[in-house]
């Protein structure tokens, strides 16, 4: 399976509103509402910030949300902070049992 | 709450061979399928290969099949990764995860802290 696209890099000043979009095909973002959002900081692992398209799991502030349309997904974080620094990943399920990752957006705080 | 231990990384060589295991507590380790995820140096996310709760079902990753293989004991809570003909490409920290339920992943919550596997020549 071929990676989810992401960009590379995005980056707002606090108080600000990002989205990252995640582009897939109808293989896997198009056809199932199982995409995931992960956050990772620099040498730590990964954490699930929002699961099916847009459900955020308990603990996880609302100022982060999901959506998608088509083949592409979205995460946006509203009211930038200084703690929302870090690596973002989508996740969707691709069929047969398997997975596939985007590769990756580094969001900067300005 | 929820934790999850890999172990088992190291140094190996191309065509070696090393197992990693994962020890989980704090949950009903059997009613949740779990799987494994790397991540190599500077690079994003890959997903490795996944197993149901029973340990029934088992499912891979292109580059690793055939060659890595996936199985679990529920008596022991621990779930393992035997990665055999190792290539150089194979050298990620390795994560294990929880999955939703015991049949399927649907999201990958919570994560381990990762064991690194560095294949050198």
């Known amino acids: 399976q071929s990676a989810l696209t992401q960009p590379a890099s995005v980056s707002g000043s606090p108080g600000q509103s990002i989205t990252i979009s995640c582009t897939g095909t109808?293989?896997?973002?198009?056809?199932?509402?199982?995409v995931s959002w992960y956050q990772q900081h620099p040498g730590k692992a990964p954490k699930l910030m929002i699961c099916d398209v847009n459900k955020r799991p308990s603990g996880v502030p609302d100022r982060f949300s999901g959506s998608k349309s088509g083949n592409t997904a979205s995460l946006t974080i509203s009211g930038l902070q200084g703690e929302d620094e870090a690596d973002y990943y989508c996740c969707s399920y691709a069929g047969r049992y398997s997975w596939v990752f985007g590769g990756g957006t580094k969001v900067t705080v300005l | 709450e929820v934790q999850l231990l890999e172990s088992g990384g190291g140094l190996v060589q191309p065509g070696g061979s090393l197992r990693l295991s994962c020890a989980a507590s704090g949950f009903t380790f059997s009613s949740y399928a779990m799987g494994w995820v790397r991540q190599a140096p500077g690079k994003g996310l890959e997903w490795v290969s996944s197993?149901?709760?029973?340990?029934?079902?088992?499912y891979y990753a292109d580059s690793v099949r055939g060659r890595f293989t996936i199985s679990r004991d529920n008596s022991k809570n621990t779930l393992y990764l035997q990665m055999n003909s190792l290539r150089v490409e194979d050298t990620a920290v390795y994560y294990c995860?929880?999955?939703?339920?015991?049949?399927?992943?649907?999201?990958?919550?919570?994560w381990g802290q990762g064991t690194l596997v560095t294949v050198f020549s």
């Open positions: 995860a929880k999955g939703k339920g015991a049949g399927v992943i649907d999201w990958f919550d919570p």
């Open positions: 197993i149901t709760g029973s340990g029934g079902g088992t």
């Open positions: 109808s293989s896997d973002v198009g056809t199932y509402d199982l």
